[in-house]
């Protein structure tokens, strides 16, 4: 199981102004600096006078010859900053952790040298640029800029999705920061390979602040648990000629851009391939490419792929995972611990569930990516049997030797139509089922530890007395 949440793309328009367009006066050279900061982020700047501040600087100094500006981009990520005036400029960033950009401008036909740092720090991206007119600026002051993360307690394997109240993708962010803020060490997120081809807005706004305080994971769905999704470029399936190649190159760059602990791809592919021997053998040529190519730009992202693991073993099909998995450095295995039609009434199933995962594989590196427990009367559970679990969840966490143990989620889905409909491109019928749909739905949004505006269930309170 797997609520794809599908967000539209985000976007944000923004324009770096200098705030210098006086033609080039006698060269005043900085006698001395002067030291900002706002508890997180630092930096010195050059104690010459005050010129126009704009848009999104908040600090600008001019000496008649050189300008330093000091801009601040809210909630925007660095490297979608770093795309943009890469294409305005025509040059790119490089140095230390690809932070620096020498560029040239001439604003009001006076030309201009600039350099340009790049810092991403709680949760917003700085730029950092000085610019002279007739000669080279002296740069090495942006060196001095420095970033402090926040002091907090993370609970070792402790993991979530943050899965925003209301389904609204302006809450992802605050979802991150409060997860990171109550222990979590591993957050996770799930894409569509059709919604980032040929545009990384999306994963830009996820990818670096899900990184930024802690450990991330990513999977991108070759397989939507019992379902193909809609891919790109026409392909219709895994095993289409060119699939292996487009996908493995489009994951390489994935992990290049973003650099995460974990990548996974997926979702539950055990789901479809069971049904599906035949694509067994091409499944597993698209991870041996894959993970190849991955490693290749990144050698410490780990890589895996998804299956089951309360289905596997109803279906009998654990053997999929073991043909998998020598293309792998780890499996990663959902384990819900419902029966039949989503029934949640067996605390201690659920826990069996999770310690059976690292035995279908023996000796294999795996995770759990997702776990959780309903809430929901009419699945015949409460808050109150969440909270158990929780506590249950908790212990297993201390004995794992599974490399994290996420939860899904942080938030409940406000309507889960659209996911449970995801699932069933196949079977049309059901959608108009009542007798499916709505426990499936109930299903879908009832996991996570909180509802779906943001206000805790008794699992919530169980998570903050262990983090």
């Not at 990513?218 to 470029?233: D, S």
Request: aromatic letters at 14%; proline letters at 5%; charged letters at 25%.
């Amino acid at each position: 199981m797997r609520a794809f949440l599908v967000f539209p793309a985000l976007f944000l328009a923004f324009l770096l102004v200098f705030g210098c367009s006086q033609k080039p006066q006698q060269h005043a050279a900085a006698q001395a600096y002067s030291n900002y900061s706002d508890s997180y982020l630092s930096f010195q700047y050059p104690d010459w006078p005050d010129a126009e501040k704009k848009d999104q600087n908040f600090l600008v100094k001019n000496n008649g010859t050189c300008v330093f500006a000091a801009a601040r981009y809210p909630s925007v990520p660095s490297r979608m900053l770093k795309d943009r005036l890469e294409l305005e400029f025509g040059s790119s960033f490089g140095g230390n952790n690809g932070e620096y950009l020498n560029f040239t401008m001439s604003p009001g036909g006076t030309h201009f040298d600039a350099k340009t740092r790049i810092v991403y720090c709680n949760y917003d991206a700085y730029s950092l640029t000085i610019a002279c007119a007739g000669e080279t600026p002296e740069a090495s002051i942006l060196s001095s800029a420095s970033c402090v993360k926040r002091n907090l307690t993370i609970v070792p394997k402790l993991a979530i999705i943050p899965t925003p109240t209301n389904d609204n993708p302006s809450g992802i962010l605050p979802a991150i920061r409060e997860a990171r803020e109550n222990g979590v060490d591993v957050l996770d997120w799930y894409f569509g390979w059709k919604g980032l081809d040929g545009n990384w807005s999306t994963s830009d706004y996820v990818m670096e602040p899900l990184s930024y305080e802690g450990r991330s994971a990513a999977m991108v769905e070759a397989i939507h648990t019992n379902v193909l999704p809609e891919y790109p470029r026409g392909y219709e399936s895994f095993d289409d000629l060119g699939f292996a190649e487009d996908f493995s190159d489009f994951s390489a760059a994935f992990v290049a851009r973003y650099k995460p602990d974990y990548f996974f791809v997926g979702s539950e592919v055990d789901d479809y391939l069971y049904k599906n021997r035949e694509k067994i053998p091409a499944f597993k040529e698209l991870l041996r490419m894959t993970r190849e190519k991955v490693k290749a730009v990144n050698p410490s992202t780990k890589f895996g792929f998804t299956v089951t693991y309360h289905d596997a073993i109803s279906n009998n099909a654990t053997d999929i995972a073991q043909t998998l998995a020598p293309e792998a450095d780890l499996v990663a295995y959902t384990s819900h611990g419902y029966r039949g039609m989503f029934v949640y009434d067996n605390v201690s199933r659920g826990v069996a569930y999770l310690e059976g995962a690292r035995d279908v594989v023996p000796g294999k590196p795996y995770a759990i990516i997702e776990t959780g427990w309903s809430s929901s009367t009419l699945l015949n559970s409460s808050e109150e049997k969440q909270a158990e679990f929780a506590r249950e969840y908790f212990r297993f966490i201390n004995s794992t030797d599974a490399e994290f143990v996420k939860w899904w989620g942080l938030n409940d889905g406000k309507d889960c139509t659209e996911g449970a409909e995801s699932f069933l491109t196949d079977n049309p019928e059901l959608m108009k089922d009542g007798s499916f749909m709505v426990p499936f739905k109930e299903y879908l949004c009832s996991l996570a530890l909180k509802r779906s505006d943001g206000t805790p269930k008794l699992a919530w309170r169980v998570w903050q007395e262990n983090t």
